[in-house]
C-alpha cells in the first residue's frame, strides 16, 4: 500500500534554532500533502496544505514566515519551525491523500509516523 | 462553527464490545472517517461512511447517520492491542477535514 514516510521521529533542539522535518511519499506521487500539529490529549491541528510546484496554503493563525513548506517534487515535501521556541514543542504530523483507496472509493488520508519536537 | 464532539475517554472489558459515539454539525458534509491512534503514532484509517448505515470491517464498524449528526464505530472481541485513541473526523462542503478531539479506549484485561 501506499507509504509516507516522515523524518526524523523526534528531535530536540535549543531555543532559538531552525529544525527541518522531511516527509515523502514512497511509492506514489503526492501532488498535495497536509502538515498537522497533534499537542498532548488534543484534536490534529491542520498547519497548512503542501502544493507541488507552488505555494503552501497556510490555516489561519499559522505563522508562514515560521513554518516555511516547500515541496519541490512530487515525492517530498519538507516543514522547517524557524527560530524554534518552546512553545513549538509538538507531535508534528505530516499527510498525503490518496484517490480512492478506501472501499467506497473515498480519498483517504496515509499519515507519515510523526516527527516529535521538543525544544529547550 | 464547525463541530464534531467525541467522548474523552472509554474503558472496556477485554473480550467485550464497545461504542464510541460521534456527533457533528459542519458546513457540508463529503463523508465521516475513523481513524485509530496508538500513543506517540501517526493515525492510521479504520473506516469511512458517506452514505447512512452500517459498514462492517471485520472486528470494526462503523454507523452513520446524516439525518442526526450522528456516527458511531462499535469495537467487538475487544483485544489489548486496541487500547489506543479513536479519531472521528468529517469532511466538510470544502473538502476539507474537521477533527474530533478523539475518544481514548482504555482495555483492560
Known amino acids: 500500500g501506499a507509504v509516507v514516510s516522515q523524518h526524523p521521529s523526534w528531535v530536540i533542539c535549543k531555543s532559538g534554532t531552525s529544525v527541518k522535518i522531511e516527509c515523502r511519499s514512497l511509492?506514489?506521487?503526492?501532488?498535495?500533502m497536509f502538515w498537522y500539529r497533534q499537542f498532548p490529549k488534543q484534536s490534529l491541528m491542520l498547519m497548512a496544505t503542501?502544493?507541488?510546484?507552488?505555494?503552501?496554503?497556510?490555516e489561519q493563525g499559522v505563522e508562514k514566515d515560521k513554518f516555511l513548506i516547500n515541496h519541490a517534487s512530487l515525492t517530498l515535501s519538507t516543514l522547517t519551525v524557524t527560530s524554534a521556541h518552546p512553545e513549538d514543542s509538538s507531535f508534528y504530523i505530516c499527510?498525503?491523500?490518496?484517490?480512492?483507496?478506501?472501499?467506497?472509493?473515498?480519498?483517504?488520508?496515509?499519515f507519515g509516523a510523526g516527527s516529535r519536537l521538543t525544544v529547550l | 462553527g464547525q463541530n464534531i464532539d467525541q467522548p474523552t475517554e472509554m474503558t472496556a472489558t477485554e473480550g467485550a464490545i464497545v461504542q464510541i459515539n460521534c456527533t457533528y454539525q459542519t458546513s457540508g458534509f463529503n463523508g465521516l472517517f475513523w481513524y485509530q491512534q496508538h500513543a506517540g503514532e501517526a493515525p492510521t484509517f479504520l473506516s469511512y461512511?458517506?452514505l447512512d448505515g452500517l459498514e462492517e470491517k471485520g472486528r470494526f464498524s462503523s454507523f452513520l447517520s446524516r439525518s442526526k449528526g450522528y456516527s458511531y464505530l462499535l469495537l467487538k472481541e475487544l483485544q489489548m492491542k486496541d487500547s489506543a485513541s479513536y479519531l472521528c473526523a468529517v469532511r466538510d462542503s470544502n473538502y476539507q477535514l474537521i477533527w474530533g478531539a478523539g475518544t481514548k479506549l482504555i482495555i483492560k484485561p
Open positions: 461512511n458517506v
Open positions: 503542501s502544493n507541488e510546484g507552488s505555494k503552501a496554503t497556510y
Open positions: 499527510s498525503a491523500s490518496i484517490s480512492g483507496t478506501s472501499a467506497s472509493g473515498a480519498n483517504v488520508l496515509t
Open positions: 511509492d506514489f506521487q503526492a501532488t498535495t
